[in-house]
């Protein structure tokens, strides 16, 4: 009864609601065979300490001493314990969202701050602290751009992340925009001539990502150049936020869509993540989310409100720019924690550990035979190399050396096959980039 609270008069009293007699008759409709007649198999319960102890010998079983070159857009970085403990204190991790201002002084002062931090990193007017995360962000980016110009064609790069790619096609399927993708060169950059080909009085959007999906930095100021002529909206996607500390922030685009999970927040699995959204300050009113802002009460003395909600909860359904209703507050406040804690000068350094390590990384791997760089552009912290056999199988080999390789490629880009995609942060050590060098040696020394 403690986790089905309702007493066998309730029940009975909801049955009758329903106009049946029994549970039996409830599920009538349901076939006989596929019905549950006899009690689960499972075991018999544990006490609170035995339970304790079950969940500590499955954490032993846990893989430990791996050395990791997988990036694709999650990336595992060095996080302060003071996060957590700030996170974990009862007024953050207990709230919800800020509609009553006098007394949420505290999340809404670390969203205003979050969103200072956001604009300082991107170069933008004004961020908002209300996207799921990347993926979205950038297709909310579109949404608004689309609002802006009133038109309904988008140019993508194909050296776009692939999910977030995955990720606008599914909004824009019922939205009535035409998505259309853009190659990449050489370079491992955005194609400028098919840009420049495919650009139009129709385009509303330029999406690219950089670094891209690739790792290389593209061209914004360029591509930028290109855009605004033809009166679209350049949007700019950022998975690796880190690299914000040595590449010089987008400036020159319209929006830009970041992905905070480098800033304090562990991979997980995947998630829970924080995405952002930043843009000109003429925009702000076709901007989704929410913004919090500072003011001062009768009295002189500062505040913090939430000066803009463009969402449902908020205003009417048809002037609302996003559906976009969950609280990443939690999330938002750990990027805050995280990058105060590190500061200008810490966020540069980690920002060229990075850099440096992949320079190292790349070195290495050049020595090997077979094994070369593919793009010639310049990257941050990871980079994309061909092997001379299937990426998949070496990885197979890289396991068992406790080495969790590089990204397929060739599972996003059939004409990539044999191709990986290395990423390397400040967690790894020399030692490790040198174990996977010989490692991938060895295996490729192993007859096929």
Do not use: W
């Not at 996080?79 to 006098?102: C, H």
């Amino acid at each position: 009864m403690r986790y089905l609270p309702k007493s066998p008069a309730e029940r009975q009293e909801m049955l009758a609601a329903i106009g049946v007699k029994s549970v039996d008759e409830l599920f009538a409709g349901i076939p006989e065979r596929y019905r549950l007649r006899e009690a689960l198999a499972l075991p018999a319960a544990h006490s609170e300490a035995e339970i304790i102890a079950y969940f500590k010998e499955r954490a032993a079983e846990n893989a430990l001493g791996y050395a990791s070159f997988l990036g694709a857009g999650v990336y595992q970085h060095l996080r302060s314990v003071v996060t957590d403990v700030i996170l974990q204190r009862g007024e953050f991790l207990t709230s919800y969202t800020p509609y009553q201002a006098e007394i949420s002084q505290g999340t809404l002062q670390a969203i205003f701050e979050f969103q200072t931090l956001m604009c300082q990193l991107t170069g933008q007017e004004v961020a908002n602290a209300s996207m799921y995360d990347g993926s979205t962000a950038t297709t909310e980016a579109v949404l608004m751009a689309e609002r802006v110009t009133g038109r309904r064609r988008v140019l993508v790069a194909r050296s776009v992340h692939p999910e977030y790619r995955q990720v606008l096609r599914t909004y824009a399927k019922n939205c009535g925009l035409q998505v259309e993708e853009i190659g990449y060169g050489a370079a491992g950059t955005v194609d400028a001539a098919a840009l420049k080909a495919a650009l139009g009085d129709d385009v509303c959007a330029v999406v690219v990502q950089s670094p891209n999906f690739f790792g290389c930095l593209e061209p914004v100021e360029k591509l930028a150049g290109e855009a605004h002529p033809a009166g679209a909206l350049l949007v700019v996607a950022i998975t690796e936020g880190v690299s914000l500390g040595l590449v010089r922030p987008p400036a020159e685009a319209d929006i830009v869509a970041l992905e905070g999970q480098s800033f304090g927040l562990a991979p997980s699995y995947g998630g829970p993540s924080v995405g952002v959204l930043a843009t000109r300050d003429k925009y702000v009113r076709q901007m989704p989310g929410r913004l919090a802002g500072q003011t001062t009460d009768s009295e002189g003395r500062r505040g913090f409100v939430l000066t803009l909600a463009t969402r449902e909860q908020h205003i009417r359904r048809e002037k609302a720019t996003s559906n976009i209703c969950t609280n990443q507050a939690l999330c938002a406040l750990a990027a805050t924690v995280h990058l105060c804690l590190l500061g200008k000068e810490g966020l540069r350094e980690m920002a060229h550990q990075n850099l440096s390590k992949a320079q190292f990384a790349l070195g290495e791997l050049e020595k090997i035979p077979g094994v070369r760089r593919v793009f010639s552009a310049p990257f941050f912290n990871e980079f994309t190399v061909e092997l001379p056999r299937s990426v998949r199988m070496l990885n197979g080999d890289l396991l068992r050396e406790k080495i969790v390789g590089p990204f397929v490629l060739g599972t996003e880009y059939p004409e990539l096959t044999k191709h990986a995609l290395v990423c390397v942060t400040e967690t790894t050590t020399r030692a490790e980039i040198e174990r996977l060098a010989r490692a991938l040696r060895s295996a490729l020394e192993q007859p096929v």
